[in-house]
């Protein structure tokens, strides 16, 4: 009964209840006040609850039927809607079961196997809702192409209410709605064809390579030169600006650029066919970006492009595109292209940023060679000579750095100057000056987060550069054409005006560095390399002293020889091998069997696969014929022509070997192109 009551009171409006209140109290007071009126008044109050009881209910009645009609009316809206729908629509559910297909699906994909396209479409839409169907967002938008045009498929799911007996999970049904998309995309095609792409076109060595071709031929040559590269610009429709004697500036539409891609330079290969006198070979350099909104921005993307190139030693292209590069070329041999201006003028450059630096630190690569450490006791031995602080920051040491790291611990000077990661960590600050020496990659140098701790970066690399150089350094003295960073510090000390004093055995190490990488100055080496080695004579260094650093124990020889046992030849001229266990000696271990196998016949280049506590690595040697850290750069290494290596992680030695040679028949492939 109070519910009942409860119900009534709740079917009357707000604006009712309080007349009806009032009413009441009125009749209350009439009451009190003439008690003989207490009969007629309850008459009178039910008789008005009773009028306004059936005048809400006749009115709600009304209400309700208004909203039935609208909603009926609403109803027939929509389902005429979707009947004709402007859209081709499907009503379906997840196993494929059709329910209903709106008249425009039939007659728009009247010519076409729609079962093959919505078997797809399905695979991908189960996968999502598998992931989303106990999340609020039940939408659906995929993308499919249908015969020749392309469709944006819009819609929801929702439970069917029933089940799939074989899976045992629940159905669902959704509505999908296909918006044809073909003209948008085709005007976004076009718009984005019709952007430029900038590009700068540079003559290596122009002035060195002028000065070895006699008068009279310089202006055919130049001629030829021009001839050829404007030649091969016009086979699109770019525009080839000469902005220099040896630079040109070119701009083309984003549509030929992959036109470009297939080419794969051949300009490059052009301009080496002129020969002249059979002694002078002339290349090309070329970085074309597509990185930035404007053309202004594009041509400051190429300028960095081309940096890149030069620093990984020219006769080179690469491509910017959405800040990643791809390189095309380096195979031509590198020659000694430097003069000594550039050393002196970095000397001092590098002499003035000591100075006014508060302390030095030193940081060479991840698993530092003799090279790095050498050449970071010669940093050392100038930054002592203008009286500053100095450390040098290394972690880890190797079979072939445990002679030289027992002498230096031998000797008191060096008692507290290497040190670890954590000294380091703590004693950086933002006016340290942080030298790198021996690489040029962010992401291999021992200690990446110095980078982050200091304003002052300075960098001395000979290895080509790398995608992911260390852009924030002030001042860079990096040579390609370097044998050795020790060749290229040995350098810096030679001209700096403190000319600080090398002990003998700094000087050694930096010696034992240019060894290293010349393979006891047979590779690599040029004629600023034997005045770097005859600069470190005159301090009385022990030949013998520095060869048996490089000395291998029987046990290690015997795992080369085993190596070399087990080594493959692949295209008659490359040897691959394996090393599986896994040691602390390994990464030295597969190095020199790769220089031992450059010592048999008819082994032009070696490549050996190794185990190592930080994964798989590939050290890779050639005499020059083949570039091995183009093949390795490939698979994330690097290096130079003749000396590369890579660390890859995650991968089996057999994954690793596989990936080589599908590498190595990709070289092979776009050099015969």
């Known amino acids: 009964m109070q519910n009942s009551n409860r119900r009534i009171f709740d079917s009357l409006v707000s604006r009712t209840k309080i007349y009806l209140v009032l009413i009441f109290i009125l009749l209350v007071v009439i009451c009190i006040l003439k008690p003989v ?3 007629p008044s309850i008459f009178l109050f039910a008789l008005i609850m009773g009028y306004t009881y059936f005048a809400n209910n006749k009115r709600k009645s009304e209400i309700s ?81 249908i015969g020749n045009n392309d469709y944006k498929v819009l819609g929801e799911f929702i439970k069917s ?5 074989k899976k045992q999970e629940d159905k669902y049904m959704m509505i999908l709605y296909f918006i044809d998309e073909t003209e948008e995309n085709k005007l976004k095609k ?3 064809n019709s952007k430029n792409c900038v590009g ?4 290596d060595n122009y002035e060195e390579t002028m000065l070895q071709i006699d008068a009279e031929e310089r202006p055919q040559v130049i001629a030829e030169m021009e001839k050829s590269i404007y030649e091969w610009a016009n086979r699109i429709d770019g525009i080839l600006i000469k902005a220099d004697r040896d630079r040109f500036v070119y701009i083309f539409d984003y549509k030929y650029l992959d036109k470009i891609k297939d080419d794969k330079f051949s300009i490059l290969d052009t301009i080496k066919d002129i020969t002249i006198n059979n002694k002078v070979q002339i290349t090309l350099s070329i970085a074309i970006s597509n990185d930035g909104e404007t053309n202004k921005e594009k041509y400051k993307t190429a300028g960095a492009a081309m940096d890149v190139i030069l620093g990984r030693g020219g006769d080179q292209a690469t491509i910017r595109e959405n800040e990643k590069y791809i390189f095309f070329g380096g195979r031509t041999t590198e020659f000694e292209k430097r003069t000594k201006v550039k050393a002196r003028i970095v000397a001092h450059a590098l002499e003035e940023l000591i100075k006014e630096s508060e302390q030095v630190m030193i940081m060479g690569h991840k698993n530092p060679d003799i090279d790095a450490i050498g050449s970071a006791l010669g940093i050392y031995r100038l930054a002592r000579s203008l009286e500053k602080r100095a450390k040098i920051v290394a972690t880890t040491e190797g079979l072939a750095l445990r002679e030289l790291m027992q002498s230096l611990s031998e000797d008191v000077e060096y008692k507290d100057v290497i040190i670890n990661k954590e000294v380091a960590d703590n004693q950086i600050t933002p006016e340290t000056l942080l030298i790198v020496v021996d690489t040029n990659k962010s992401t291999y140098v021992e200690m990446p987060e110095l980078l982050e701790k200091t304003n ?34 040995t350098e810096v000390l030679q001209y700096t005006e403190a000319q600080p004093k090398l002990t003998t055995l700094e000087a050694e190490a930096l010696y034992a560095g240019i060894m290293m990488d010349t393979k006891n100055f047979t590779f690599k080496t040029g004629v600023r390399t034997f005045e770097a080695a005859a600069y470190l004579r005159k301090y009385g ?27 493959e030849i692949y295209k008659d001229v490359i040897g691959i091998s394996t090393y599986e266990s896994e040691d602390e000696s390994a990464g030295l271990v597969c190095a020199k069997a790769a220089d031992e196998l450059l010592t048999i016949g008819s082994i032009t ?17 050639s005499v020059g014929e083949i570039n091995v850290q183009i093949i390795l750069e490939k698979m994330g290494g690097g290096g130079h022509s003749t000396v590369a290596g890579v660390q890859i992680q995650g991968k089996t030695i057999y994954e690793v070997r596989q990936e080589l040679l599908q590498r190595i028949d990709e070289y092979f492939e776009e050099t015969e192109g």
């Open 37 to 39: 009126m207490i009969m």
């Open 65 to 145: 039927q208004h909203l039935q009609d609208l909603t009926l009316n609403v109803n027939a809206a929509a389902k005429n809607s979707l009947i004709h729908s402007p859209f081709p629509l499907i009503i379906l559910e997840t196993d494929g079961n059709i329910i209903w297909r709106s008249t425009r699906y039939v007659s728009e994909f009247a010519n076409e196997d729609m079962s093959m396209y919505i078997g797809e479409l399905l695979d991908t839409i189960n996968k999502k809702i598998e992931l989303q169907k106990d999340e609020t967002d039940k939408s659906i938008k995929e993308e499919i192409r």
């Open 161 to 165: 209410g029933t089940r799939n007996k």
């Open 190 to 192: 076009e718009y984005e």
């Open 200 to 203: 700068i076109v540079m003559i």
């Open 456 to 489: 002052k970066i300075a960098i001395i690399d000979h290895h080509r550069r790398s995608t992911d150089f260390i852009k924030e350094s002030i001042l860079t003295f990096h040579e390609v054409y370097a044998s050795s960073a020790a060749e290229l510090v």
């Open 541 to 567: 260094i022990d030949i013998i002293k520095v060869k048996k650093w490089f000395q291998t124990d029987l046990e290690t020889y015997k795992k080369i020889m085993n190596i070399i046992e087990k080594t």
């Open 605 to 621: 280049t070696s490549f050996v696969i190794g185990t190592t506590e930080n994964g798989i690595s590939i050290s890779g040697r």
